[in-house]
C-alpha cells in the first residue's frame, strides 16, 4: 500500500489524528485545546480553525510537512441522504456540516478541517510546482442509509424509522469478517451490535446495510447512557408535566439515561465492578443490559427469516468477556457469534483511505438534495 495519509476525527473538546506511510501507522495523538481556547466560543462548530491549525503545528512539531500528506480522510458526521461508502468532501457537504442541517455534532467538523487542510496542501504543491491534488474523504458516515423500504415506516407517518449507528466499525468489521472466510462483505449476511456509552445494532446484507437502530434518536438497545426503546406513554406524560423542557427530555433519554440513570456513571467498568462486588441493583442492570441487546439481534434476525453467517459483537465494552458471553448465550442458537472487541475508527478510516489510492473502493459524489445510487 503506497501513499501518505491523514486521518482526522474530531470530538467536543479534542481531535485524534493518525499518520499513516504505506499502510503503517507512523503515529496517533490526541490533540487537545486549552480550556481558555474552548471558552472563547459558544458552539463546538466553531473551532474549525482553531483545531486546524493546531493539527497542522503537531505536525510540523513532528517534522512532518503538511504538503507530504497525499489524501486526509475524516469522520463522516451527520449528513444525509446517502448509502455507504467513501465520499469526497465537498464544499456542499462542508455547508451541511457546518449549518447542522441534519443535526450538530463534533464528528461533523471532521470533514471541515479536512477540507481545510487538503485545500491548504494544494495551494503549497502548487507554489512548489507539484501537481499533484490532495483531497478530502470521509467513509461511512453515520446517518447512512440503506433502510429496506418496508422498515423505514414507523407507526404513524409522523414517525418514520432513520437510521443512526456505528457505520464506520460495523463495516470495517463485516470486512474483517468476510475475509476471515474467504468472502467479501458483499457475500455475508451479518448481524452487528456495537457496545459502548452509545450502542447500535445493524443489518448487514450483501454489501448494504439493510436495517438499523437510530442510536441517538431514543430507538435501540439500552447503554450506559441512553435509554433506548421506551414506552411512548410515560415519555408523553413526562413531556406534558411541566417539569422539563423539551431539551431536558431529550438529555434524560440521551447522555442521562441507561447506567446513568440508575448509579450515576456512564462507565461500564464501574457497574461491572458493583456486580461482582455483590450489589444486587448492578447485577440486575448488567442482566437488563445483555437481554436488551440480545432482543434486539433476535428482532433484526427475522428481517431475513433467521438467515445468518455470524453476529458480530464489537464496541469497548465487548472487552469484557462476562457480557459478550452473556449475550452470546442468548443468540448463538440463531447465528455463530463472533468478538472483535474495541472501536478501531482511526484504523478503519485508513483502510478506507488506502482504497481509495488503490482504486479499489468506489468514491461517491456527495449531492445534499439526492440519494446516490
Do not use: W
Not at 15 to 34: H, P, R, V
Not at 35 to 40: N, P, R
Not at 248 to 261: D, I, T
Request: proline share 4%; hydrophobic share 40%.
Amino acid at each position: 500500500m503506497k501513499g501518505r495519509l491523514l486521518v482526522i476525527n474530531t470530538g467536543s473538546t479534542s481531535t485524534k489524528i493518525a499518520l499513516y506511510d504505506s499502510g503503517s501507522k507512523l503515529f496517533e495523538q490526541n490533540i487537545t485545546l486549552d480550556s481558555a481556547v474552548l471558552a472563547k466560543y459558544n458552539s463546538v462548530m466553531d473551532l474549525d480553525l482553531e483545531s486546524r491549525d493546531a493539527i497542522t503545528v503537531f505536525l510540523s512539531s513532528k517534522g512532518v510537512p503538511v504538503e507530504s500528506v497525499d489524501i486526509v480522510m475524516a469522520r463522516g458526521g451527520l449528513v444525509t441522504p446517502v448509502v455507504t461508502g467513501v465520499y469526497e468532501v465537498n464544499k456542499a457537504m462542508c455547508d451541511t456540516l457546518r449549518t447542522g442541517r441534519d443535526g450538530v455534532h463534533a464528528c461533523n467538523l471532521s470533514a471541515i478541517i479536512a477540507y481545510d487542510i487538503a485545500e491548504m496542501i494544494n495551494e503549497i504543491r502548487a507554489k512548489n510546482g507539484d501537481g499533484r491534488i490532495c483531497k478530502a474523504y470521509i467513509a461511512d458516515p453515520p446517518m447512512a442509509d440503506e433502510m429496506l423500504p418496508e422498515l423505514k415506516l414507523g407507526g404513524r407517518p409522523e414517525f418514520p424509522r432513520r437510521t443512526l449507528f456505528h457505520a464506520l466499525n460495523s463495516r470495517a468489521v463485516v470486512r474483517r469478517y468476510a475475509r476471515s472466510q474467504g468472502k467479501t462483505n458483499r457475500e455475508v449476511t451479518v448481524i452487528v451490535a456495537h457496545l459502548g456509552g452509545g450502542s447500535s445494532v445493524s443489518l448487514h446484507r450483501n454489501g448494504l446495510v439493510i436495517d438499523t437502530t437510530d442510536s441517538l434518536g431514543g430507538d435501540g438497545p439500552m447503554t450506559p447512557e441512553r435509554a433506548g426503546t421506551v414506552p411512548a406513554f410515560p415519555v408523553v406524560e413526562m413531556c406534558f408535566s411541566g417539569k422539563y423542557t423539551k431539551d431536558e427530555v431529550k438529555r434524560l433519554l440521551v447522555g442521562r439515561g441507561g447506567a446513568v440513570s440508575y448509579f450515576g456513571t456512564n462507565d461500564f467498568r464501574q457497574i461491572m465492578a458493583m456486580s461482582d462486588a455483590g450489589d444486587e441493583k448492578a447485577a440486575l442492570f448488567v442482566k437488563a443490559y445483555c437481554s436488551s441487546v440480545a432482543k434486539y439481534i433476535g428482532y433484526f434476525s427475522t428481517v431475513v427469516c433467521g438467515k445468518l453467517d455470524a453476529i458480530i459483537l464489537t464496541g469497548g465494552i465487548s472487552h469484557n468477556r462476562v457480557i459478550t458471553d452473556h449475550i452470546a448465550e442468548k443468540v448463538s442458537f440463531i447465528a455463530p457469534v463472533v468478538v472483535y472487541p474495541g472501536e478501531n475508527e482511526m484504523d478503519s478510516l485508513a483502510e478506507n483511505g488506502y482504497g481509495v489510492l488503490s482504486g479499489e473502493f468506489r468514491v461517491r459524489q456527495y449531492d445534499p438534495d439526492r440519494i446516490l445510487p
